[in-house]
T-cell receptor
């Protein structure tokens, strides 16, 4: 079954404790991206990747890092989480960056206290 | 970057009613999708529709790319249709932009 898998789905963590949200897709997609969703602000793109070893900033990259060492994985790293990074995070992928359906993971609810 | 506006922001319907949701965008697009976010937060693909018309059961969508808008039609609405409907577009740069969504409530 074609899917985008995120982990963890739910996490409560403390300020400053590094964490990684993993994302994996099994569709051999080139394009992957991360979004955060906040009340009243909708979904905003954090980072995206056009292919292996190619990443670029989205609208709200501050406080986040990503890497794309393999085609199927695109982890989101919060080096020093802060309470303003409390949000619902989505990973997404598509075959290429243009002209293809985008598939979303189920979301990761992150709370930073 | 490209701007995406959805209307109405909120919509309350009685079960069985029909509705039309609108998405306006500010520039040419090579990708347009409609999503439904259910009460559990999951984003469900409804349509990939950068142009033309598609139908899937009680839902259909039309995008008029030259006039920079897309419409999502929901017929004979059911309570399970409740949630937030998002339009997302990709222009000539690489990022996908979302509208603010339409929150639909269908009452029994």
């Amino acid at each position: 079954e074609a899917q985008v898998t995120q982990n963890p789905r739910y996490l409560i963590t403390v300020t400053g404790k590094k964490l990684t949200v993993t994302c994996s897709q099994n569709m051999n997609h080139e394009y992957m991206s991360w979004y955060r969703q906040d009340p009243g602000l909708g979904l905003r793109q954090i980072y995206y990747s056009m292919n292996v070893e190619v990443t670029d900033k989205g609208d709200v990259p501050e406080g986040y890092k990503v890497s794309r060492k393999e085609k199927r994985n695109f982890p989101l790293i919060l080096e020093s989480p802060s309470p303003n990074q409390t949000s619902l995070y989505f990973c997404a992928s598509s075959l290429t960056y243009a002209g293809n359906t985008i598939y979303f993971g189920e979301g990761s609810w992150l709370t930073v206290v | 970057g490209i701007q995406v506006e959805q209307s109405p922001p909120d919509l309350i319907l009685q079960e069985g009613a029909n509705s039309t949701l609108r998405c306006n965008f500010s520039d040419s697009v090579n990708n347009l999708q409609w999503f439904h976010q259910n009460p559990w937060g999951q984003l469900i693909n409804l349509f990939y529709i950068p142009s033309g018309t598609k139908q899937n059961g009680r839902l259909s969508a039309t995008t008029v790319a030259t006039e920079r808008y897309s419409l999502l039609y929901i017929s004979s609405s059911q309570t399970t249709d409740s949630g937030v409907y998002f339009c997302a577009v990709r222009g000539n740069n690489n990022d996908m932009r979302f509208g603010a969504g339409t929150r639909l409530t269908v009452k029994p």
